[in-house]
């Protein structure tokens, strides 16, 4: 287990912010996933001093409060050398820029007109309370396992912080993982029920259209659009890394859905059900690696060269 410095986070908490109004990922440290060994161990020694990447930082591995202990990736962590500390410097100064940058620019916003009035907010300036989205109190709560919010963390660390993606076209495809949730109830109660028949329909369906509008990171449209052609059907690509991304926005989707309190009720235990068949089949259904993309610098940004 290596520390790094990056913000507290508690059990709690269940999505990270989002990325250009793409997906809000999750945020809490919680349960460790266990992961073949990588090739690459062997580059390290037990009780050896390193720095690790965490929130485009690179920050040292040791000596940190025991709260933001968590378990990180061989991809993660570098030697501790005079060139990687340097390295490190430099994503500081970086970060500290951009910082800065944005406080002068939320300063200036705030200066009043040139007549030294305060100046007339125009329409366009307040936002529309639709997009603040509807109030957390009347979200159907969908309680996604721990072992899975730690899979979304890591999901969000290999695409926005290391520059990875997940290779396409995936194998099994969300199709055919929800047919494989088909046949688990069908052995196990003897007889599969409309409704479960309906909803799996219906989560083929959401993630068919969520995916291209709120699904997908900044860095992953480009990999969208030369991987559905015409016809092509995201389900049919994509596996279950971004199915898992659709639970966290389902709840603000179901929102405006506008079902019964019933059938809610019954959609959510069924959907819970589905979760926990995610995390029994976490090693055959999720990747432990992204692959690697070219044009990226050691903070995962893509380079604009």
Known sequence: MVNSNGDEVTEDSTTATTHETDIDMADSKDEDVDSPPSPESSRFQEGEKVLAFHSQQLYEAKGWNKNWDEWVGIDRLMKHTEENVQKQQELKKRQDTDKNGKAVRGSQMKTKGPTGGRGRKRKSDT???????????????????PQLKKQLIDDCEFVNH?????????????????????????????VISDSVGEILSGLQCYFNKALPAMLLYKNEREQFQESIKEDISPSSV????????????????????????????????????????LQKNQSAFFLSTYHSVDGFDVAGKKDDN
């Open 238 to 277: 994509y596996g279950a890394e971004h199915l898992l991304r659709l639970f966290v926005k389902l709840p603000e989707i179901l929102f405006y859905a506008n079902i019964e309190d019933e059938t809610l009720t019954e959609l959510k235990q069924k959907l819970q059900d589905f979760l926990r068949f």
């Open 162 to 190: 290391l520059g990875k993606l997940v290779k396409l076209p995936r194998s099994p495809n969300v199709s055919e993982i929800l047919e494989k949730y088909h046949f688990y109830r069908l052995k196990k109660d003897g």
């Open 127 to 145: 936002p529309q309370k639709d997009k603040d989205g509807p109030p957390p109190e009347k979200l159907v709560n969908i309680q996604i396992p």
